[in-house]
């Protein structure tokens, strides 16, 4: 039964017909090989493509050689990038889907590789972490990069791709900077007003036109506001809508923000699913071709609800089909309890910008060898799994696909571990869905779940002698010992479990992610002065809050620290606390609290060694993963259980 019609219904996209409404927005992979297509990279996007997503965007494709954008991201700069991108083509088209580079010219925001030349702009405006200002381009230079994206749509043409996609949106690369005046300030023909800075992006899509002929899908991504003054607004990008429309263009792929806004463009873990749809819905008034929207469209429901709704023709969903190549096969046939769920986390994303690989911290194993291609084990084994966390209940799962005999137990009355605090914070509840999808996934392979099962020497040394022993019982929190003089002292595990209830004025130790998302937790959500609110003091030793995390998630906790009213102290170390005393030192002060109620404390983990050390006592080999063995995050808890239970 198909729960989702309009999502499951074709649209034409020019001369082209696509079978859904699901496409698959660019995202970076860095798996190509300095710039040619390698055969990851048609597994990756092969495995979308057969789990049904209707037309992939593949990630930024570079037009010219000289600048670069990620060191892992695709080019179709000359003709010999010709050949892997006819062997990509083919492997996509087998299974129905289409298939288009989005093409891009980095500009301003190119990687600083040894030996690449000034970068060029609009105008002598680049972003803030750049280590010179770029130089404006010159007429002579846009127009050989017009031809250049010209030359580049032919490439995939001659490969069979479905057409390609230029992007304009963000304030980001050649086109996007042109386009906004944010970064563009120039006064002759490709600028001082909107006519002026839509004029390069207007050329481009006529000469792509021009050389590939009507058969071809031009797809054009705009931002349909970048919610910054000065920036591009919804009343600008209808306009910049229409003028595409005149010029040619088949679809509209309608984004939002800039890129050096975060948590703009790309929205950030717990906001509201469908960011942009607001613009998109609007455009779609005023243009007759098909309009694409993005933004954390991760669920089947909200995807179905967009086009129905009418805020859309056309759903991009990335990080859902990142998650879980299966995603629409499993939505279109109502299997969506398997659906590995999205959180949003952007982690997928975290080391791009290093180089590194995509990965996702729900998905373990983005390469050919993964969950749903793991095979069984030569040799069958006992397995004794000690803890049903994420780490223990993965590893459980791959070791029971592996064709094991598993026994997993778990001392608390459910699964899930610490993800079962993790989600309690504000912006966290997706977690939730994880600790579901991974307990549904355990019993439905059949693992034997112990629950309020703790293990004692004797009867692991009766019942589980001849058990291979996988350890992944977690960690504890850090408590000084003397900070619990305090008339009450509570770790931030308790507030989050609710085994604590604090009073109205609360101090908490550690600036890290536990101490500033139960800061947001207990804080109030609007900050008014009201006399009965909660007043929350943040003391964090180091220079900053949250040192190891970045992008949107981090960037919108922290906003919302401080429209709070949360004091935040970084540089500020607790000396000593007495019963109703808190002393820190600060600049070279020291500072007393002696009206606080509640002392938190958020210091980090340390790993629980407790029943490593009776194992070690019973001469029984065992392995460790997850926090028993290094403190990390969810997704290191993922992938250690994985890599672990995948070679057993």
Known sequence: MNNYPNLFSPIKIGETTVKNRIFMPPVST???????????????????AKGGVGLIITEVTTIEPVYTYLPGDISIADDSYIPGWKKLADSVHQYGSKIIPQLFHPAYMAFPIPGTPRLIAPSNIGPSYAKEAPRPATIPELKKIIKQFGEAALRVQIAQGDGVEIHAAHAHGLLGGFLSPTFNKRSDEYGGDINGRLKLVLEVLDEVRRVCGKNFIIDVRISGDEYSDGGLNLNDAIYVAKQLEKHGADMLHVSGGATIKRASSIPAPGTKQGAHIASSEEIKKYVSIPVATVGRIIEPWIAEEIIANGKADIVMMGRANLCDSEFVNKAQNGNEIDIRPCIGCLRCLNGIMFGKRVSCSINPSLEIEN??????????????????????????????????????????????????????????????????????????????????????????????SDYEIIMSNGAKPIIVKSFTNFKQCVSADDILAGIAFPGRKIVIIGGGSVGCETADYLAPLVYDQYPRDREIILIEMTKSLMATESGPGRSLLMQRLMSKGVQINCNAKVQRVEEDKIYYEKDGKTICIDDADTLVLAMGYR??????????????????????????????????????????
């Open 30 to 48: 860095n798996l190509a090989d300095k710039g040619y297509i390698t055969d990851t990279l048609i597994e990756h996007y092969s495995a979308r």
């Open 371 to 464: 969950e749903e291609t793991i095979q069984l084990a030569d040799k069958k084994k006992n397995i004794l799994v000690i803890g049903g966390g994420p780490a223990g209940m993965e590893a459980a799962y791959v070791a029971k696909k592996r064709g094991h005999h598993v026994v997993l137990c778990e001392h608390k009355d459910e699964l899930g571990g610490l993800m079962r605090l993790a989600c309690v914070p504000i912006a966290k509840q997706d977690i939730a869905k994880v600790t579901k999808y991974m307990s549904h996934k355990l019993a439905m392979t059949g693992v034997d779940i112990r629950l309020n099962c703790t293990l004692a020497k004797d009867t692991i040394a009766q019942e589980f």
């Open 607 to 648: 790993s629980d060694t407790t029943l490593s050390d009776t194992l070690k006592e019973l001469a029984i080999p065992y392995h460790t993963i997850g926090d028993c063995e290094h403190v990390g995050n969810l997704k290191d808890a993922i992938h250690a259980g994985y890599d672990l239970a995948k070679d057993l």
